[in-house]
Every structure is written in C-alpha cells, then in structure tokens.
C-alpha cells in the first residue's frame, strides 16, 4: 500500500476530487471499483454513474453553498 495521503477536495460548484488509495464503498459496505487513482464523486446527486461525477452537473446548473 502506498503511503501517500489521501485528500479529498471540494471545489465550488464541481464534484469532490479523491486523490490517492482510498476505499470507497456503496451504503451497504461492498466496495465500488476503481479505476483511477483520481477520482470526481458526485455532489449534485444527478450522475447517471454514481457514486462518480459524469458532468451533469453542468448542464443542471449545481452550486455549493457559500
């Protein structure tokens, strides 16, 4: 395992970006697949692929709060 840190970044108004080895599992705890060491996690709750970012967010014209 590598022992680079895991962040996570919110930019406004875009998905959060998972940089490095993180575990990311669905509700029910089984693991969801990677295949990307950088990954976009959807905030909009509109992606056709969650619990990834597919740029629909865009078009529906999702902002974060302030």
Request: glycine share 8%; proline share 8%.
């Amino acid at each position: 395992m590598n022992d680079e840190p895991v962040t996570i970044t919110a930019y406004p108004d875009r998905p959060l970006l998972v940089r490095g080895e993180a575990r990311i599992v669905d509700a029910t705890g089984n693991p969801i697949e990677r295949r990307r060491r950088t990954v976009a996690l959807c905030r909009c709750g509109l992606s056709s692929i969650k619990p990834f970012c597919d740029g629909t967010h865009k078009a529906a014209g999702f902002h974060t709060d302030e």
